[in-house]
């Protein structure tokens, strides 16, 4: 295997990334990045000057081709090695991201007919829209006493596959009956690269209601709407595959795209966030891996199945074969970081940074870093993209308390730092609570890397000690490693994490007088969460409805 090669290709929410790893040790040798020209689309569409309403999150699929032209072939040739030594391609995506095609694939927003209708186009994970759409789908469960409800939580989010095919439905009949296919832009890709048509089961089981076998039956669908009914064996219902599984072989038009042998294995499609675990190295239960970016995704292994209040999800094998597979996540965490540098920072902090060789979050780290717990006065609720878990609620908003006209920039950079802690560890308490224990943490991810005073306040909030994957790469490698499982080098996905995951030596640990002081601010998190976020108070609900009533939405 010392001249085995897999490509492991990431599609993350503003690029695609693809990586050459050694199948022998997980050694990368190169990688490249293809940003979408599109981006995300969430003011109007390309071409278009039609605004879109609040909440909507798109993309287009053609940037998604765009990865395999380019990224794949610039990390091959940085790589140096001879593509004909390549096994394999397996790739991940965010989820749910999802996409109308016809039965042949073409997407719906590629077809003139359809290209000006948002409906038609990619919904990226954090469409929000369909909020409307998940508290039906949410009371039809409890009134029909659907037993997979407690699988999830006991909330289906509006980021999940059935809240937002319900929303086209409901707002684009003529969309969704166009559409012979409904499917994971993670699936859609793998149909691209080897012409086969695919379900895989990480993204079924987490976010499209499939458990024990079985999708929702076909009562419970028609009751959301009649012509929901036959969606599963109409628009998805397809043989699922299982992580490692090869689903195809390159075809030669993927093959020219990529620089890629033809007929080598494609390995099935996984999840961004699931397909981390083992290359962190993680396969057994107790050590949660936290994908740490935009949003973090919190996973943990279990031997036994319990009911957690707020869980995304919980599957048998979802993400390592003969263990449930445990899911639960914050919708906002490096976007928070990212709107407070880009909106709420004074220029004299721009000219500090400058003047210093630093970039802004740089800066406000270091200066941030310099205080200890509580000496800001702060404490924030970490809701600005809403809440995952445990309270499931996308109509939840930010709060900051204690800004007085002495707070600096750096003071509510750290706060909004310690609030995505708190919200960490009201998850694992939660957890725990419910028979699901949580030991250890390891965090991948491009936020850890970047941000060292994150790791420390983390392990402080949390009284666990707190890891860093090994590999820049967290998510490609472990496609790359599924991708070498999928062409045989590997028997199991366990096998592949002893030889090809790896985890850093450094280890962040509790201080203590940090995390005394901690334990009395998260006591106070704690009581704003349930205040705000447990219907003792809904100001930010109807915060949010006087401002959609403003701008004429309701």
């Not at 071409?47 to 091959?76: C, K, M, R, T």
């Amino acid at each position: 295997m010392a001249k085995k090669y897999t490509i492991g290709v990431d599609f993350g929410t503003e690029s695609g990334r693809a990586v050459v790893v050694r199948v022998a040790d997980g050694l990368e040798l190169a990688s490249a990045v293809y940003v979408y020209p599109d981006g995300v689309i969430d003011t109007q569409l390309p071409g278009s000057d039609v605004p879109l309403p609040p909440e909507w999150a798109l993309q287009n699929s053609d940037d998604y081709i765009g990865v395999f032209q380019h990224a794949v072939p610039q990390a091959l040739a940085a790589s140096g090695i001879d593509p004909v030594d390549v096994i394999g391609i397996g790739i991940d995506f965010t989820a749910c991201t999802m996409l109308p095609t016809l039965g042949d694939g073409t997407p719906l927003c590629r077809l003139p007919e359809w290209r000006d209708h948002p409906h038609a186009w990619v919904k990226l994970w954090k469409h929000h829209a369909a909020q409307p759409e998940a508290d039906r789908i949410n009371a039809t469960a409890r009134r029909l006493d659907q037993e997979w409800l407690d699988r999830y939580g006991g909330k289906i989010s509006s980021e999940w596959f059935f809240s937002k095919a319900l929303q086209i439905l409901d707002e684009a009949p003529a969309v969704y009956h166009a559409a012979d296919r409904l499917l994971e832009a993670a699936d859609w890709v793998v149909w691209q690269l080897c012409g086969v048509e695919t379900r895989n089961t990480c993204t079924a089981g987490y976010k499209a209601i499939y458990q024990d076998g079985r999708f929702p039956d076909t009562d419970y669908l028609a009751a959301l709407h009649p012509d929901l009914a036959n969606v599963v064996e109409t628009k998805m219902k397809r043989d699922l595959a299982a992580l490692g599984d090869r689903a195809g072989d390159l075809t030669p038009e993927a093959a020219a795209w990529t620089g890629l042998p033809a007929g080598i294995a494609v390995a099935v499609a996984n999840v961004d966030a699931h397909v981390t675990v083992p290359a962190a190295q993680v396969v057994e239960p107790g050590r949660m891996v936290m994908i740490m970016g935009t949003s973090t995704c919190h996973m943990v292994l279990g031997e036994e199945l319990h009911a957690v209040p707020g869980m995304c999800g919980v599957v048998d094998g979802g993400i390592i074969p003969g263990q449930y597979g445990y899911e639960a996540g914050q919708s906002g965490v490096g976007d928070i970081f990212a709107w407070f540098v880009d909106h709420a920072v004074p220029p004299e902090y721009h000219q500090a940074a400058a003047a210093a060789g630093l970039n802004l979050h740089q800066y406000l780290e270091q200066q941030a870093a310099q205080q200890t717990p509580g000496e800001h006065g702060l404490l924030a609720l970490d809701w600005w993209n809403g809440n995952r878990s445990v309270l499931v609620d996308v109509d939840l908003s930010g709060l900051l308390v204690g800004a007085t006209l002495a707070t600096r920039a750096p003071d509510i950079y750290r706060a909004l730092i310690e609030a995505t802690a708190y919200g960490t560890r009201v998850i694992i308490e939660t957890f725990e609570a419910s028979g699901v224990p949580v030991t250890e943490l390891v965090a991948a991810g491009g936020l850890p890397e970047k941000n060292k005073l994150l790791m420390q306040v983390y392990a402080d909030v949390t009284g666990r000690a707190f890891r860093l994957i090994g590999s820049t790469q967290g998510p490609a490698l472990g496609s790359a490693m599924h991708a070498a499982v999928a062409a045989g080098a590997y028997p199991d996905i366990q096998a592949a994490a002893a030889r090809m995951g790896t985890l850093k030596d450094e280890v962040f640990r509790p201080i203590p007088a940090h995390q005394a002081v901690y334990d009395r601010l998260y006591a106070d998190y704690v009581m704003l969460h349930d205040t705000f976020g447990r219907g003792a108070n809904d100001v930010m609900k109807r915060l949010r409805h006087i401002r959609n009533q403003a701008r004429g939405l309701v």
